[in-house]
């Protein structure tokens, strides 16, 4: 744009720039705009990207760039949220309060007095946590209190620029299965009706503060985590942990020894909250780099196992010694160790992952005869699964352990139980590789892998969705593609299977990547069970090209 742009679009672009400053109700966000207008027509480009579009309110709620304009989180755009979530809620005619949390990301603490002042303003009860605490303390909370909503501001492992506004139900509105959970459609597209029928933010009646949630719900939470254990199962572990700068140091601190075990170890450089992450490229433990200093500390502190949470704690990532060196365990590794771990221990229940994550708790639930449900992508639909819920988990390292708890993943129980299950093999000289080992050697090898492409543009993602639908490869690693299936109108995305591999391709839900995962089933003859991961492992690298190809997305 810049020099080139028509004046008539400039013109157009200052004048909703002008009209968003008389609009907006924070001075800084003012300020900043202004600056960006003075700077025409130089910033031209960012003052169009800021207009392209109001953040749109989806079942993930908000999530964007800190930043002044309709296009991103600020105060202007958390009040027209909250004003039209609270519109909503009165239309529904739920009583009960609004319960909100906060992590320490750049806006946070603002966005959520920001929230708290609409809620009292309607004159219905807001409940604000009394720090920035993980993402599911809040999802607790929404049960515990019986709140008629939850409102979490948290982008979670997002990038540090960006900021986000999460929203649970209470039982009222989500009923049996959603109680404590995120919306789901059609909830999200009902807000969003409301929030484009706000109109000016200045008449938006504002009330007082929030009243604060005492120390008491945290210390719930903490005890219904001990919970999960059994008196005599055995603590005797060497822990080091990182919460990646996130909010979760303190509470997995707190959690692991009200459990039993030594306080873990963790991560000087990351120990305490910083919304710049500055030791991490990424912070997101699934990212090439992002655990390396917690992987030198379990080096150097000889450490039986290692957690990673991300910076809302509602994910959790494990690393366990293996072949004298360390190895992060993927998402369906742990899933699947967690799973076998509760129905060895007797929890009764149904077992849920989704479409995207390995089919091995499939195969596990099928011979043991437990119930299993395989759901849409995302813990909205995961917790939903079933009323007897024992146990869900997504590749995506997110588990809920505790569904009677918090209806969401929860990445400090998820570590609580880890541990418990990584002590108890230490105990009979064993540890969580060598369980993999076994189950192998029972149910074969599930090699699972992503292929994530990140794009600038989003009709690159809709290009690549179009020409697979349209033209899906006959063949995958020499053997003939089974089965297509397009998984529309329940969600965007694809399906292929052959005899031993499955691949499932999908636009992510939350960021401008398409992806997809793909698995590759390796028996495992006369116990062989490394040789078996070789041939897995190189069939699975194989099938990657093979799907970037089919995508045209080879060489990204």
């Not at 254990?229 to 005797?236: M, N, Y």
């Not at 699964?385 to 869900?392: P, Q, V």
């Amino acid at each position: 744009m810049n020099q080139s742009t028509p004046e008539s679009m400039l013109a157009r672009l200052a004048a909703a720039a002008e009209s968003w400053i008389e609009d907006d109700p924070d001075p800084r966000t003012q300020q900043e705009l202004r600056r960006v207008l003075d700077g025409l027509p130089e910033t031209a480009d960012d003052l169009a990207d800021r207009f392209a579009g109001r953040l749109a309110f989806g079942t993930a709620g908000l999530r964007g760039p800190v930043r002044a304009g309709p296009n991103g989180m600020n105060r202007a755009v958390v009040r027209a949220a909250a004003a039209g979530l609270c519109a909503w809620l009165d239309k529904t005619g739920a009583a009960g309060p609004v319960v909100i949390g906060y992590d320490a990301r750049y806006g946070s603490v603002d966005f959520a007095e920001e929230t708290a002042r609409v809620v009292t303003g309607t004159g219905r009860r807001a409940l604000i946590m009394p720090e920035a605490l993980p993402t599911p303390v809040l999802a607790f909370a929404v049960r515990h209190l019986n709140a008629v909503a939850g409102v979490m501001v948290t982008a979670s492992h997002n990038p540090p620029r960006d900021n986000g506004y999460k929203v649970y139900l209470g039982a009222e509105l989500g009923g049996v299965l959603g109680f404590g959970a995120q919306i789901v459609s059609p909830v999200d597209t009902e807000i969003e009706t409301a929030i484009a029928a706000v109109g000016r933010l200045s008449d938006v009646p504002l009330g007082d503060a929030a009243e604060l949630i005492g120390a008491d719900l945290l210390e719930s939470y903490l005890d219904g985590v001990a919970g999960i254990l059994d008196a005599d199962d055995p603590r005797d572990l060497n822990i080091v942990a990182t919460p990646m700068h996130g909010v979760g140091g303190k509470v997995i601190t707190a959690a692991l020894t009200r459990a039993g075990f030594a306080e873990p170890d963790l991560v000087p450089e990351q120990t305490r909250p910083d919304p710049a992450f500055p030791t991490v490229a990424f912070p997101n433990p699934e990212e090439p780099g992002a655990t390396d200093r917690l992987l030198n500390l379990a080096r150097e502190r000889h450490a039986d196992i290692a957690i990673a949470l991300d910076p809302d704690a509602d994910r959790c990532a494990v690393a366990v010694p293996y072949n004298g060196d360390w190895r992060l365990l993927r998402g369906d590794e742990l899933g699947v160790l967690l799973a076998d771990h509760l129905m060895r221990r007797g929890r009764e229940g149904t077992y849920a992952t989704t479409i995207v994550s390995s089919s091995m708790l499939r195969a596990i639930c099928l011979k043991r005869g437990v119930p299993y449900e395989e759901t849409l992508t995302g813990f909205k639909w995961i917790v939903r699964a079933s009323r007897d819920l024992a146990f869900g988990y997504e590749e995506a390292i997110g588990y809920c352990v505790a569904p009677w708890m918090v209806r969401d993943k929860d990445g400090v129980s998820a570590a609580v139980l880890a541990c418990s299950l990584a002590a108890g093999l230490k105990s009979e000289l064993r540890g969580l590789a060598e369980r993999l080992d076994e189950l192998a050697e029972e149910f074969g090898v599930y090699a699972t892998d992503q292929l994530s492409v990140r794009v600038e543009d989003l009709r690159e993602i809709s290009d690549a969705m179009t020409r697979l639908r349209e033209r899906p490869p006959a063949t995958l690693l020499d053997e003939p593609v089974a089965s297509v299936e397009d998984l529309l109108p329940e969600t965007d995305a694809m399906r292929l299977r052959t005899p031993t591999a499955r691949v499932v391709v999908r636009p992510s839900g939350t960021e401008p990547k398409l992806k997809a995962y793909l698995e590759v089933v390796e028996p495992v003859v006369d116990g062989e069970v490394a040789e078996a991961r070789e041939r897995a492992t190189a069939s699975v690298q194989a099938l990657r090209t093979e799907v970037a190809h089919a995508l045209g997305l080879l060489g990204r």
